[in-house]
């Protein structure tokens, strides 16, 4: 498949990503956007997505996102990256109401929502995924920097074990553009501001191992996140740095969303499968980094996510 063959003939497209958009969701979505405004110069083009965080604002045109979802427009097609329907947000009632709905995904929980669907586990991440679908012909230096975003994130710059040796061939292909990748690779991946380096520290401060030491979870409460003035995005890289603890198989982190509510990062090392673990609470991933939001209080969120990781480990112990 061939993205432009899908859109060739419509006159007005959106795209979004799912709610609270990383790096994979943001990259994918501005790669896509940039390559269509390039293809159908005469189509009208939106994006409806959450605010991403500031480090993203090095992509090009990342100001055309609109994050208010106040529209009655009918779009000939629709763009779903990154995500199933159940994730796309304020985004949903624009999604369902167009007239061709195209999902493209990584992920191994979702089993599309789209008319057209595009959903291939084996991958790296969306940018990767999308990165084929596109003419490398017309693809110039801003789209390979977008895609690029996406895809050094969703495999923590080539660490995770989703990176492939096709990750590595697109990567080698993209960074050919010309784009400074190394300082993209630091300024949107590895540095922190003064409050994301302290909440990060207040965290793995007050975090606590059980099941043996082989799990390890902290939480972050909305009282906490208003004394250090940081918003969601500013939580990210907490939970892959309580998973770089030594002897720690799986690691948890939530933070609270609203009364009883938390959302829920899950990292494994590969003896979890921390995607199973996510769909039993209504969420999803892959089997190293999934994610789920749950209602109750912190102790009795623990409590049952520490019975299905449980359950995980003896599987694994089992089938050693």
Known sequence: MRIIDEVRDAKTIAISGHVRPDGDCVGSVMGLYLYLQKELP???????????APVFDCISHIEDIQSDFQTDMVYDAYFALD?????????LPIYERARKKINIDHHISNTGCGD??????????????????????RIDREIAMAVYIGLI???????????????LQIAAELISYGFDFSELIEKTFYEKTYVQTQIMGRAVL???????????????????????????????????????????????FMYE?????????MRSKGKVDVAAVAVKFGGGGHVRAAG?????????????LSLEVEEQLKLQKDEG
Request: include cysteine; proline fraction near 4%; charge should be negative.
């Open 83 to 91: 995500s199933n329907d159940e994730r796309l947000g304020g985004a």
């Open 206 to 252: 007050e975090s606590m191992r059980f099941l043996d030491d082989r799990c390890i979870v902290s939480v972050v409460s909305r009282r906490m996140m208003a004394f250090y003035q940081v918003e969601p995005g500013d939580l990210d890289g907490i939970v892959n740095q309580l998973l770089s603890v030594n002897g720690v198989e799986c690691a948890l």
């Open 257 to 265: 969303t609203g009364t009883l509510e938390y959302k829920v990062s």
């Open 292 to 304: 789920c939001t749950m209602n109750g209080t912190y102790h009795d969120n623990i409590n049952n």
């Open 42 to 52: 005469q189509a009208r083009i939106d994006i409806y997505l959450e605010k991403p």
């Open 153 to 167: 994130h969703d495999t923590g710059v080539f660490k995770y074990s989703n990176t492939s040796p096709r990750t």
């Open 116 to 137: 057209i669907n595009v959903i291939e586990p084996q991958r790296s991440s969306t940018a990767e995924l999308l990165y084929e679908l596109l003419d490398p012909a």
